[in-house]
Each structure stands twice: as C-alpha cells, then as structure tokens.
C-alpha cells in the first residue's frame, strides 16, 4: 500500500527565505504525487501533481517540488516565502486505481515578518 | 469557491446519537470522497462514490455509513457516536474519480463535536 511522510509537523520561516516542505513516499509502483495546501477554516487545494511527465513540477502561487525516485521524495519549495503562504500542506498519493488519496500527517507553515 | 458544499457547517450532538452530514459535489462530477481530519488521526480516508456505486472503502467505521444519491448527492451517517468521533469531516469531489489524472475538490467541511 502506498503512504506517505511528511517530516515536521511545523515549520517556521521569515517572510522572504526559501520554504522547503518534506515528503517521502512508499510505494511499490510508479506514484502519483501531490501536494494540497489548507487555510484557516477552508478545505484543501491543489497546489500541483506528478504523474510521471516531469520531474521537477510547478504549481500555483510560485511553488514547485521534484521527484526523486531514487530518494523516493517529493520535497515542496518556494524560493520566497511571502505572509500570505502560511497554511497547512499535505503530500498526498493516489492508489494504483486512482480511487483515493492517502495523505501525510501535514506540516503547518508559520511565516515571521 | 470548490463548487462543493456541504451542511451543516457545525454540528454537536450528544454520545449515543445519530448525524447525517450532506454534500453536493461540483455540477457534473461523479465521484465523492469522504475524510475525517481529526488532530490525533490526519486526514483519513472514508469511502468514494462514484456514480452511485461504492468504489473504495478506507478506515471507516462500521457505525458509518454513505451513500450517494441519483442527483449525486452523498450523505454520510454516523451511529451510536462517541467522543472520538468529533473531527472535521470533509466531502470532496472529482470528474471521473480516476484521480492519477485529475484534482479533488474540497467543501469546507462540517465540524462534528460530540458531547
């Protein structure tokens, strides 16, 4: 089955620095990967997905992350944190049927003036 | 905005009792998801409907129960709740289900708090 771990609950950054959000996947086939962000009181959002295309993909709001097979990660970054970006985030990855996504524990992003 | 909605937005009810939880996917998606996002669990996978039909069942409780209706509205029952039960539980939506290949759509989720 796959699954997926996100390290840090938490992770604090000044507005401004680079935000690098952890994920490593488990898997015994090729993964689709995903990453949702969650803001205070509303459901959870596509930020962007791998399916196999490319390996370093883009999302909205200027985040990005690459595929690593061979670190078996999925690691979510943005070179400029900005206010407006603290959220909560969840690596997530779909079954072989596509029928459901199982997500990570989540890690809340705190960004300081 | 989703396009998915779901009500009520809060709930509390007593341990014992009986809930229903409704959501309308976006116009035209046929599959409904539901998850439990609680602070000791995460997010946890209920179940997914696609066009009526039982697609996947994930860790859900068998005092839990969904259907999804012809309009393609889901409801999500819970029994004989306990206070482990309390959590945010969300309902989304996608096209065809095949998610390798498309997004979830989230509602804003019914806070569930038993007492």
């Known amino acids: 089955a796959q699954s997926v771990t996100q390290l840090g609950s938490h992770v604090s950054v000044s507005e401004g620095a680079l935000v690098l959000l952890r994920c490593n996947y488990s898997?015994?086939?090729?993964?689709?990967l995903f990453w949702y962000v969650q803001y205070p009181n509303q459901g959870l959002q596509l930020l962007l997905k791998y399916t196999s295309a490319a390996t370093l993909v883009k999302g909205i709001n200027g985040f990005e992350a690459e595929f690593k097979k061979s670190e078996t990660s999925f690691h979510l970054t943005k070179p400029s944190a900005h206010m407006s970006d603290a959220a909560e985030y969840f690596c997530?990855?779909?079954?072989?049927?596509?029928?459901?996504?199982?997500f990570g524990g989540g890690t809340r992003l705190m960004v300081k003036p | 905005d989703s396009g998915v909605t779901q009500t009520p937005k809060h709930l509390i009810t007593a341990t014992g009792q009986r809930v229903t939880l409704r959501c309308s996917p976006r116009s035209g998606d046929l599959s409904v998801y539901w998850y439990q996002q609680s602070l000791d669990q995460g997010l946890q996978f209920l179940i997914h409907y696609y066009n009526g039909e039982e697609r996947a069942k994930g860790n859900i409780l068998e005092r839990f129960s969904a259907q999804q209706f012809p309009d393609l509205h889901s409801e999500l029952n819970l029994s004989s709740l306990e206070l482990g039960d309390s959590a945010l539980y969300f309902c989304?939506?996608?096209?065809?289900?095949?998610?390798?290949?498309?997004?979830?759509?989230f509602g804003s989720g019914t806070q569930l708090s038993v007492l």
């Open positions: 989304a939506s996608s096209g065809t289900g095949r998610l390798q290949n498309e997004k979830l759509f």
């Open positions: 898997s015994s086939v090729p993964p689709y």
């Open positions: 997530a990855v779909s079954d072989n049927a596509g029928n459901m996504l199982t």
